[in-house]
């Protein structure tokens, strides 16, 4: 018999739970609101319940689930609505709301260019090699990791040698 295209709720439910400090971690890199990031993250699952991809396994998900979380943030950042705010606006948000460990590594990783964020996230935080970033993220194996030399010189400049 065919496997069905739908999903049971206790499977959706299971994804949800393994994967989402994941898809809301990769999510507040780009968003920089707690409110904004929730939104990402809902719309990320329900892009995930309306496509209904098979996964081969759970890392299959998780990265899937990266791409596509990565992929609603950029949607979301280039909505005209997005250009008429300041990022400014949020910086005490920040602080007060996030409900991951505000230091100055991750103050400094979150001030970073956008093109750097997702790389620097994806190799410290979650543990993938360049190889795997770079099918993540559909983008050549050396980009990925002049962006990471890149962003470990701009951290090193804005920490100093403390972080070392």
Known sequence: MAKS?????SEIEEIYRRQVRTVFRVCFTYMKSVADTEDAVSDTFVKMIKTVPAFDNEEHEKAWLIRTAVNVCKDALKHWWRKCEDISDY??????????DVDDVTEAVLGLPE??????????????????????????KSTIRNHLH??????????GDTYE
């Open 5 to 9: 295209l739908f999903r049971a709720d």
């Open 91 to 100: 910086s005490d948000t920040l602080e007060s709301e996030s409900p991951l």
């Open 115 to 140: 093109k750097y964020k997702a790389v620097v996230y994806l190799y410290y935080y979650e543990g993938y090699t360049s190889v795997e970033i770079s099918e993540l993220l559909h983008k050549p």
């Open 150 to 159: 890149e962003a470990r010189n701009l951290l090193r400049e804005r920490l």
